[in-house]
DNA sequence: TAAACAAGTTTATAATATAAACCAAATTTA
DNA sequence: TAAATTTGGTTTATATTATAAACTTGTTTA
């Protein structure tokens, strides 16, 4: 009746991560940051846990001589996100 | 954007509970046991958390001679439901 | 050139979810 | 009727998690 929620998903920040991602083509740290009004290392920690899971990609670059860190979402993430909004669903109706 | 999400609600076995709270006049803990498929343990815990945060109320009397809590969603706690699903549609889309 | 800022990472702490162990009373079974 | 099992939970311990605080490296600005 109620299926299991991806515990990688069912997360605050992760899940605005996953969410802000899931509608643009890349998105970099500062960005992320500002969107979700998330202290730096709580974001890097859970950008870390994404990538582990293969749900977003990191690349590291410059913009000008000042570091960059670009995400984007995995297919995979983009489906492991839809089915934790399906299955989220159960639960609100 | 991101509105903040209720903690008290944004977990996975309280909210299972809260979705079928709402939906019954009132439920008993062997029920909700069932159809969560909690543990006695965690379901005890989260339904006193539930109690504490005054989203149910829970009645403890007796069925025959078998004890027996039974639980209900409170007016507050609906709306707290309700404003739960509302902040987590803003994640979805 | 010293102070402030940018863009993060690492580490420590506090909160949380969850399971394991336990308990008391009732019921079933040998 | 005594022992074992089941019911209906609670309490306690553990493992995970989220989060913030502290730190790092390099850059810009006063």
Redesign the pocket.
Known sequence: MFPKLD?LLH????LAVMSILSGVDEA???FLKNQTG??????????D?LTAAGYITVE?GF???????TCRITPSGREAFNQYVEALKEYLS
């Not at 997360?11 to 992760?14: C, D, M």
């Open positions: 515990p997360s605050e920040l992760r970099d740290f500062t998330a202290t730096s290392g709580n974001l890097s920690v859970q950008i846990k590291k913009r000008g001589k000042m570091p960059r860190t």
